[in-house]
Structure formats: structure tokens, C-alpha cells
């Protein structure tokens, strides 16, 4: 079992920058792919970004491509999300995912491929 804590959410407006925070109480030898998913009201859940925890491209949604960075501790078994240039449509509830697969060539990007999720952290963010 793996246990994971998010934080660093919270309001902000437009344009303005957070950064998420997600502990993971097992070590990387039983995930090897960490990220982000988000759901907003009335909306699905959605691929935010992941990365290898062996290091290579991460995966991004196009929507955040160029705004959110993902990066890892592996020292630390943390993986952050940094969001920059904020829009109100990034609102969402923000989940930390990890998942151990062997025979990924990518990061996995989609809800099912992943065992562990986080509780959530709430980001509004206002016009």
C-alpha cells in the first residue's frame, strides 16, 4: 500500500502561480510513474501530467503545456506540480497518482492505469 498526501492548493487569481506538493509514505521500489489528475465540477478526470521516476519526457495536457511543471524528489518520495499563469479553467480538485509498470514506454495518462491516488487539493482560481 502506498500512502500519498497533497498539498499546497488553495485560491489565487488569474496569472498567478502555485505549487502542489504530494508525499508518498512507500519508495520509488513499489511505483516507478508519479503525476497529476484533476476534476472539475460536472467535468471527467483528467490527465494533468506524469513522469518516470527514472527521469525522461513527462507527459502534459495540452492545456497546461508551457504553465505546469512536474518534477521529483526521489530522496524525498515527493512529486511536486508547479503552475504558472493560472486561468480560472485550471479550476479543479488536484489528485497525486503513482503506479508501478513494467511495460510503460510513456507515462501512463490515463485514471485507470494507476493504483494510488491521494486525497485531493482544492485549487480555485478566480478572474
Known amino acids: 500500500q502506498v500512502r500519498l498526501v497533497e498539498s499546497g492548493g488553495g485560491s489565487v487569481q488569474a496569472g498567478g502561480s502555485l505549487r502542489l506538493s504530494c508525499a508518498a509514505s512507500?519508495?520509488?521500489?513499489?511505483?516507478?510513474?508519479m503525476g497529476w489528475f484533476r476534476q472539475a465540477p460536472g467535468k471527467e478526470r483528467e490527465g494533468v501530467a506524469s513522469?518516470?521516476?527514472?527521469?525522461?519526457?513527462?507527459y502534459y495536457a495540452d492545456s497546461v503545456k508551457g504553465r505546469f511543471t512536474i518534477s521529483q524528489d526521489n530522496t524525498k518520495n515527493t512529486v511536486y506540480l508547479q503552475m504558472n499563469s493560472l486561468k480560472p479553467e485550471d479550476t479543479a480538485m488536484y489528485y497525486c497518482?503513482?503506479?508501478?509498470?513494467?511495460?510503460?514506454?510513456?507515462?501512463?495518462?490515463?485514471?485507470?492505469?494507476?493504483?494510488?491516488w491521494g486525497q485531493g487539493t482544492q485549487v480555485t482560481v478566480s478572474s
Open positions: 497518482v503513482v503506479v508501478f509498470c513494467l511495460d510503460c514506454s510513456s507515462p501512463p495518462i490515463r485514471p485507470r492505469d494507476y493504483s494510488y
Open positions: 512507500a519508495n520509488t521500489y513499489t511505483y516507478n510513474y
Open positions: 513522469s518516470y521516476t527514472g527521469g525522461g519526457s513527462p
